[in-house]
């Protein structure tokens, strides 16, 4: 296991101590002022906001702004990371089952009349946004049936100190409440806020059902993850959480909720839903307040490398030539999908193209890249397609198909799928010798440069000295 992902606070030391952590002047406004400051940031350090709105309690924010934290959290190099979330999806770690007195996470205990959420500080995102919402909350929920537990992330907006509106899209959490709600029951559910990297990353695999997210959480981490039992029903929630929040999904009960900002950075309206009436909140002594800003980098990421590792796993099945693949930042990581490949013979990359675009309604672009192609690179991605691609051979377009519904240019949900095969020709690859230089990957830059004195004799050399002033 690496020990610099233990809890949330073992990785905060480590960017810290590795120079990728910037503590904000105290008092910022929950409202607007903390996340336009983790924006800014966002990419190079995770930051702390210190007495958020004069409050008790820290916000910290951009803990996963950047995709090769994910794979330094996990302990793997970042060419692994994909395998390595495949094969923990695949193979779990059962959990360890702790009591609560070995649980930071219920060391103070709120119950009943004693709850309040606006003591927590929830920071409000985008100017349009309803009000404050949890957008890091981890919810755990269980089957009726099995007991199986699910977890994932939600938004979930604040509606008064013991009340929380939730958005459910057609996925696990949605179906264990419409079989709870079926039988006139509400589904107990928490949600844990200010978890370790993996147990985050965990939450959001692609994963079949029934599988229990908390067990992937021990597998991505390389060692049993650490729950306890909450105070009000059977469900297990990570036991080194920051907060946890205890309540019920009510069935048969609506509120109204958002809008919001999405991912893809256009505002959800405002709808009635299912909302959780909140039991009870415990948390550490001093607890951390994580959030996720939506549409952030990070946000972005944490949803997008395990549709990746999903993705990637399934493509190769039927395109073994397949050999990565990236689902990009400027398609929200959801939208557009750049696929390495190793092309052996003519239309094996239209084929990968079909292949990919029909995996998930979501991808609305797939490119497909020869091996020499950087796809972290956005630029090299944008050099093979535009010389090597032709739009009228090079294309497949598949009208009416479903899509997003959160995309604004579908008709609710129904669109069309392109693809893009930006792979050289394999009945004309002399005409595509790449040129370079025999020494950019050898060449030791800083070596090669004079510093202090010594350059600064050379550009006077080069320049001249400036002539002496003439008196008139």
Not at 31 to 36: D, G, N, P
Not at 131 to 145: E, K, N, Q, T
Not at 265 to 285: E, F
Not at 414 to 431: E, F, N, Q, Y
Request: aromatic share 4%.
């Amino acid at each position: 296991m690496n020990q610099a992902a233990d809890t949330l606070r073992t990785w905060l030391v480590h960017l810290h101590d590795t120079g990728r952590f910037h503590v904000a002047r105290e008092g910022l406004g929950l409202r607007f002022e903390v996340a336009a400051m983790s924006d800014a940031l966002q990419g190079q350090s995770a930051t702390l906001f210190p007495r958020p709105d004069g409050g008790d309690v820290p916000v910290v924010s951009g803990v996963l702004s950047n995709r090769r934290w994910f794979a330094e959290a996990a302990g793997v190099e970042p060419h692994e990371l994909l395998g390595h979330i495949a094969q923990a999806t695949e193979a779990p770690t059962p959990w360890l089952e702790v009591s609560p007195d070995e649980a930071p996470t219920r060391e103070v205990v709120h119950e009943g009349s004693d709850v309040d959420l606006t003591r927590l500080p929830i920071p409000t995102r985008s100017e349009l946004d309803a009000g404050p919402y949890i957008d890091s909350g981890l919810v755990s929920a269980a089957d009726p049936d099995t007991g199986a537990q699910n977890l994932s992330i939600h938004r979930i907006q604040l509606h008064s100190k013991d009340r929380l509106g939730i958005l459910m899209l057609p996925r696990d959490l949605a179906a264990l409440f419409r079989a709870a709600e079926s039988r006139g029951h509400d589904l107990p559910v928490a949600i844990s806020i200010g978890v370790d990297p993996m147990t985050e990353l965990a939450s959001q695999v692609v994963a079949r059902r029934g599988a229990q997210e908390l067990e992937v959480a021990g597998a991505l981490r390389g060692e049993p993850l650490r729950v306890v039992r909450t105070n009000t029903s059977e469900l297990r929630v990570p036991a080194d959480a920051e907060i946890t929040i205890e309540g019920r999904l009510r069935a048969h009960r609506r509120a109204l909720e958002g809008p919001y900002g999405e991912f893809s950075r256009y505002y959800q309206p405002r709808a009635l839903r299912p909302y959780i009436q909140v039991d009870a909140v415990t948390h550490r002594r001093d607890p951390i307040y994580r959030t996720i800003f939506s549409y952030s980098v990070e946000h972005l990421l944490l949803g997008g490398v395990v549709r990746e590792a999903s993705l990637l796993d399934r493509l190769q099945a039927s395109t073994p030539g397949a050999t990565d693949l990236r689902l990009t930042i400027g398609g929200s990581c959801r939208y557009r999908a750049v696929v390495k490949m190793q092309v052996q013979n003519r239309g094996e990359a239209k084929n990968c193209l079909l292949a990919l675009l029909g995996l998930h309604a979501d991808i609305k672009h797939a490119v497909v890249v020869d091996e020499d192609v950087d796809i972290d690179d956005h630029t090299q991605v944008v050099w093979a397609t535009t010389t090597r691609y032709q739009a009228d051979q090079d294309t497949v377009i598949v009208a009416n198909t479903l899509g997003s519904a959160i995309d604004p240019s579908t008709d609710d949900g129904l669109g069309a799928k392109l693809g893009m095969d930006a792979t050289v020709p394999s009945d004309r690859r002399g005409r595509f010798t790449v040129a370079f230089s025999p020494h950019a990957y050898d060449l030791d830059v800083r070596r090669q440069l004079q510093s202090g004195a010594a350059a600064e004799s050379a550009l006077r050399d080069a320049v001249g000295e400036p002539a002496e002033p003439t008196g008139t």
